[in-house]
Structure formats: structure tokens, C-alpha cells
């Protein structure tokens, strides 16, 4: 277990989470180390896993604290992170500080974010505003996401827990720490376009059924949609051809078979079922069959009590005004919508997924200490 002292320390709680590696789906040590960390805390912590087969099991972790009545802050993330890849510096799962930079994976995204918020709330001690704090943490946002938050967020109606408002410890920030909160995100839904034709020469075409001119109308039809102009507080969603395929390695033969994959982002005037039913219906037309899944639909949390309160705390600890965005792809936040007003802050996201991921040192003490300003009303660093 780890010493009660270190809690307060962001960089070696950091250093003890990317130690225990966790490529998705993360499960075990990782998790038995945030455990050690937040047990001394006054947490009671359930740990359990979800799924089988592919991709599976998931373990997650709910960490509830009750002292007194009050609001109930969430704060949510993830342990599990994306596979290293090779040429890194040095070895991806053993955390190394290089001058002003603590390397490893998930340094960044987003195990520096973790350890903050374990060392905000050791640091805040008995000055944490009276109420509920509670983790919810996950071993699958960088996969399908099928047996992570949305598994945890069953377990937690189980029980009754519901949080009044939820940070998600992403990390938001573009150039500087605090320059950037995630107010919303955009949805996101896939679908897979298939045409089915009779094979044959291409010199008797009366006997073949070529599906190639049939797949190029359906998918001119769709590039032709224009979606919408955007709104307050999102971009135009957008249509993307993503792939083309008919895998035919002969000039005199006309296939038996065409597909088309297409990715659709949209903002908060669309629903994914809505716009797979339309994209369908062009489909079908041409004698085609689609496919969707809808992996996250768009959500918003309007500027107002929690964006503020979160910005104020940035701009004490950085001196800067945050802008409030709704860029970027999905986040597990596009679940968590549903229970509460979340927002998502976290660190400075240029080298996450990269090779040689890193954080600045000096940017986890200052996350410390704009999460402990969330958590009391007078906050003193240590």
C-alpha cells in the first residue's frame, strides 16, 4: 500500500498508476493500486468486472465518501490506456522523470488526471466541503466502451448513487493547462454500406449485375447532404467516406459485390438512430443494405453553474480564462451526460497516444491544486 504521505504527491501517484500496465481492457493491478490509494482516504471501494469473450472482461471501480450533507461530486476517468507501440525512448510502462517531464504511458491520458484528483482530495483533508465524493473509474474508454462506463453507471443505479455533478478528468487542455473545458461532445455513428451483384465477363454484362454503379449513386447521394450550418455551440456535423471496397483483381470481371463504410459526427440537432434511418432509406433504394452502430450520441451541458465553477478555479491557479468547446471525438462523458451536469478538464493532451507520452510536472501540481479548489471552499497547497 501506498504511504499515506505520498497521497498528496500528484507525480508519484502518477508514477505508481503507469507502473501497472493496463493496454484496454484494464483490469487488476492498476486497479488494486488506485484502491491502496483511496482506501486510506475514507472510500469504500467496489471493484468489478463486466463482459466476456473479445475485448473482455472489464474491471471498473465505483469509490464512494459521505462526510455530512452536501452535493455529491463525481469525478470520473479512466486507468486503461492505448498499446505503447514501438521506439519509445525508454520503456513505456516504467515512469521516468526527465528534467521537467514525467515519460510513460498514460501519463497524459489519463492516469496524470487520476492521481491529481487521489492528491486534491488528500490535500483538502477535513477542509472538503461536507457531502459526497465518489470515483468512477473505468478499464474501457480507449476500446468499445460496451462493458465500461455504461456497465458502471448499472451498478450504480443499483445502489442509488447519484452524483450532482461529474468532472471527467479528460485531458481538454490544447497549448496551455487551462486553456480549454469540454462543456459537450459531438456523437458519433458508423455504418457499413454493402451492395450484392452477380458476377460475370465483363463482355455479356446482360448475364452479370455489376453493384459498383448502384454503390457510386448511393454514396453521391450522400455527399450531397448537408446536415446542418452548426449551432451556438457546435461545428456543422459532417459525413465521411471512410472506405471503398470491392477486391477485385480482375480486369475482364464484374464483381459480385461492393462496400462503403461512412463515419457521420453530428451535433446536438440530431439523434444516431435518426440519421442511420435516413442514410438507410438511399441505401435501400439502390437495392442495398446498411448497417449502423451508434457508438455515442452528441450532449451538451449549457454554460452555467459547473462551467463556471470550474473556469474560476482555472483561472485562480493559471490566470486563464478557459473556452468552453465541444470539439473533439467522443468521451465517456457522452454517457455520464445522462446522470448529471459533467464537464470534462484535464492536462495539456499534445503527446497523448504518442510515442514518448508525457506531462509536465509542474502541470500535475497545478491540476492538484484547480481540483482541490472544486473540493473546498478555501483551499491551502501543500
Known amino acids: 500500500m501506498i504511504a499515506t504521505p505520498a497521497l498528496t504527491d500528484p507525480v508519484a501517484l502518477a508514477e505508481a498508476l503507469i507502473a501497472c500496465p493496463s493496454v484496454t481492457p484494464a483490469t487488476g493491478a492498476v486497479f488494486d493500486c488506485l484502491e491502496a490509494m483511496l482506501v486510506p482516504l475514507g472510500f469504500t471501494v467496489e471493484r468489478f468486472l463486466d463482459g466476456h469473450g473479445e475485448n473482455a ?6 469509490a464512494v465518501r459521505t462526510r ?8 470520473a476517468g479512466h486507468l486503461d490506456v492505448v498499446p505503447p507501440g514501438e521506439g519509445w525512448t525508454g520503456d513505456a510502462f516504467r515512469p521516468e522523470r526527465r528534467g521537467e517531464l514525467l515519460y510513460g504511458r498514460g501519463a497524459v491520458d489519463m492516469k496524470g488526471a487520476i492521481a491529481a484528483f487521489v492528491a486534491a482530495i488528500a490535500r483538502a483533508g477535513a477542509n472538503a466541503q461536507p457531502g459526497t465524493l465518489s470515483l468512477l473509474i473505468t478499464g474501457d474508454e480507449e476500446g468499445d466502451a460496451v462493458h465500461g462506463t455504461r456497465a458502471l453507471m448499472a451498478h450504480m443505479a443499483e445502489r442509488g448513487v447519484v452524483p450532482d455533478l461529474c468532472v471527467v478528468g479528460e485531458p481538454t487542455s490544447v497549448n496551455r493547462l487551462g486553456d480549454t473545458i469540454k462543456i459537450g461532445r459531438r456523437g458519433s455513428v458508423n455504418m457499413w454500406i454493402a451492395v450484392e451483384g452477380v458476377q460475370g465477363h465483363v463482355a455479356y454484362p446482360h448475364l452479370a449485375k455489376n453493384p459498383i454503379p448502384p454503390l457510386v449513386r448511393i454514396l453521391t447521394a450522400i455527399e450531397a447532404i448537408v446536415l446542418d450550418a452548426g449551432t451556438d455551440w457546435f461545428q456543422p456535423s459532417n459525413i465521411e467516406i471512410t472506405d471503398i471496397m470491392v477486391g477485385n483483381p480482375a480486369t475482364n470481371v464484374i464483381p459480385t459485390r461492393a462496400t462503403a463504410r461512412l463515419s457521420i459526427r453530428f451535433n446536438d440537432m440530431h439523434r444516431g438512430e435518426a440519421l442511420a434511418g435516413r442514410i438507410r432509406a438511399l441505401v435501400e433504394a439502390e437495392g442495398g443494405t446498411l448497417v449502423a452502430r451508434v457508438s455515442g450520441e452528441a450532449f451538451l451541458t449549457p454554460p452555467g453553474a459547473l462551467s463556471a465553477r470550474v473556469s474560476e478555479a482555472i483561472r485562480a491557479e493559471t490566470g486563464l480564462t478557459p473556452d468552453l468547446s465541444t470539439s473533439g471525438g467522443t468521451s465517456d462523458a457522452r454517457f455520464l451526460s445522462a446522470l448529471c451536469p459533467v464537464v470534462e478538464f484535464g ?3 499534445a503527446t497523448m497516444h504518442k510515442l514518448d ?3 509536465a510536472l509542474a502541470d500535475l501540481e497545478r491540476l492538484t491544486a484547480i ?5 473546498v471552499a478555501n483551499p491551502t497547497h501543500s
Open 371 to 375: 481540483y482541490q479548489r472544486l473540493l
Open 68 to 75: 455530512g450533507a452536501g452535493e455529491h461530486v463525481a469525478f
Open 347 to 349: 492536462l495539456v493532451n
Open 57 to 62: 472482461p472489464v474491471e471498473n471501480l465505483l
Open 357 to 359: 507520452e508525457a506531462v
